[in-house]
């Protein structure tokens, strides 16, 4: 079917388009847009504020893994800090890094050394009564004791750092050293007659207990 | 600006026709970008595009309406939609044809808001209306059978001008419109003869 109004129009199509539109629709369009450059300068503030509103998913994303590496973060300082903690107690570890300190007090390493091992020997010897002596109250107030000397002695170990009166921390801390050895000469004497005491009575009542049968 | 104009609004046709095919071809690659960055929300990208299309789509909307304040609204309410459905968009036709789509819908919507019915309800297929010959086309003038198409009622000249001016074959007029094919063919050709009509009448030429 031929249609000459058709080829017509075909020929002179561009010819029809006459009308223009104001040139300011453009600006009614744009505040009809909302994902404009509004929002691309609001996603960095967003992520800050935490709103949840209105994410494109690579921001989300991006949300995740900062949230996973913050996670992280917070674990591996819990963990590194939990470390030292149980660490701290134990009095032969917290003196072993004197090694650093050999700077500022070159003999502190030979002395504490020298009372380590003394502290050990009474320490053994104690652990040796233990067993023999339970449920004695004493034991845990002198644990007590030296849990409190061990920790003023690291205060004192961080004071020789920043302190420059060096020879007095180190006197305070021969002090802190000697205190122990003689908490723990106490604590032997203590136990030392507690079992000579024991030994005693013990046979006397034996003997009640078979008399008594 | 009138080159980008003509292949916009040749839009279909020139896919049909096989016309410059490679014109197509480089003419999508541009717009590719520039869609993509649409796509991020870019506001200088998305000015870029409705420089490109306004004019065209603004005189498609224009030619459904025939209302200006209209087409406007038509103009502004297609751009926004497109723009938010943007990612929807896959490059299978033109963004050009497909925009223009959104635009002949919402025109239609528009009108459809003002007057009930579109193409009457009459869905008798008319007998071929006798095609008269018109052997005077040589006298025909764009301007004239603009205003006379302009001087159309809506039902005909909707569907005149999806079928002369936008490219759209009758199957797709009828899915556009909800009509059927015959009855988009029988209301073109009544509409054909309308204006034949109107543009021969002594005062229109006057």
């Known amino acids: 079917m031929k249609d000459k109004l058709k080829d017509f129009v075909n020929e002179h199509r561009d010819e029809f388009d006459v009308f223009e539109p104001r040139p300011e629709l453009w600006q009614e369009i744009c505040q009809d847009l909302p994902e404009?450059?509004?929002?691309?300068?609001?996603?960095?503030?967003?992520?800050?504020?935490?709103?949840?509103?209105?994410?494109?998913?690579?921001f989300f994303f991006m949300r995740v893994a900062a949230a996973v590496v913050l996670l992280l973060g917070c674990g591996l300082t819990l963990y590194l800090m939990k470390q030292q903690v149980t660490k701290e107690p134990t009095p032969i570890a917290a003196i072993a890094p004197a090694?650093?300190?050999?700077?500022i007090a070159p003999e502190l390493a030979e002395v504490e050394a020298y009372y380590v091992s003394q502290i050990q020997e009474k320490k053994s010897q104690l652990s040796a009564y233990d067993r023999k002596v339970l449920g004695l109250d004493e034991q845990a107030e002198i644990d007590l004791e030296l849990a409190r000397l061990d920790n003023s002695y690291l205060q004192l170990k961080k004071q020789l750092y920043t302190n420059p009166n060096t020879s007095e921390i180190v006197d305070a801390m021969v002090q802190n050293l000697q205190i122990r050895i003689k908490v723990l000469n106490r604590q032997l004497e203590v136990l030392q007659q507690l079992e000579q005491m024991e030994q005693e009575p013990t046979n006397e009542p034996q003997k009640d207990d078979t008399t008594n049968v | 600006m009138e080159g980008t104009d003509c292949?916009?609004?040749?839009?279909?046709?020139?896919?049909?026709?096989?016309?410059?095919?490679?014109?197509?071809?480089?003419?999508?690659?541009?717009?590719?970008?520039?869609i993509e960055r649409c796509k991020g929300g870019d506001n200088r990208a998305q000015y870029e595009l409705?420089?490109?299309?306004?004019?065209?789509?603004?005189?498609?909307?224009?030619?459904?309406?025939?209302d200006y304040a209209e087409a406007e609204d038509v103009l502004q309410e297609a751009f926004v939609s497109a723009f938010k459905k943007l990612h929807s968009y896959?490059?299978?036709?033109?963004?050009?044809?497909?925009?223009?789509?959104?635009?002949?819908?919402?025109?239609?919507?528009?009108?459809?808001?003002?007057?009930?019915?579109?193409?009457?309800?009459d869905e008798r297929v008319v007998g071929e209306v006798p095609d008269e010959e018109y052997n005077d086309d040589s006298e025909w003038q764009v301007e004239n059978v603009r205003r006379a198409i302009q001087q159309l009622p809506d039902?005909?000249?909707?569907?005149?001008?999806?079928?002369?001016?936008?490219?759209?074959?009758?199957?797709?007029?009828?899915?556009?419109?909800?009509?059927?094919?015959?009855?988009?063919?029988?209301?073109?050709?009544?509409?054909?003869?309308?204006?034949?009509?109107?543009?021969?009448?002594?005062?229109?030429?006057?």
Do not use: C
Not at chain 2, 50 to 66: E, H, P
């Open chain 2, 50 to 66: 409705y420089k490109l299309y306004a004019k065209a789509m603004f005189n498609v909307s224009m030619r459904i309406t025939n």
């Open chain 2, 7 to 34: 292949r916009i609004s040749a839009g279909k046709k020139s896919e049909t026709l096989n016309r410059n095919s490679l014109k197509n071809i480089s003419y999508q690659d541009v717009n590719h970008q520039v």
């Open chain 1, 36 to 58: 404009s450059r509004k929002e691309k300068e609001g996603k960095v503030i967003k992520i800050s504020f935490g709103e949840r509103a209105s994410f494109s998913a690579d």
């Open chain 2, 155 to 206: 039902g005909y000249r909707v569907v005149l001008t999806l079928y002369l001016l936008e490219g759209f074959d009758h199957g797709e007029i009828a899915e556009i419109l909800g009509i059927t094919e015959s009855t988009s063919k029988s209301q073109y050709s009544r509409a054909r003869k309308k204006l034949l009509e109107i543009m021969k009448a002594p005062q229109f030429v006057a």
């Open chain 2, 90 to 121: 896959k490059a299978e036709a033109s963004f050009g044809s497909w925009l223009k789509r959104i635009v002949v819908n919402a025109s239609i919507n528009a009108i459809r808001k003002r007057r009930s019915e579109l193409v009457p309800m």
């Open chain 1, 99 to 103: 090694v650093s300190t050999e700077s």
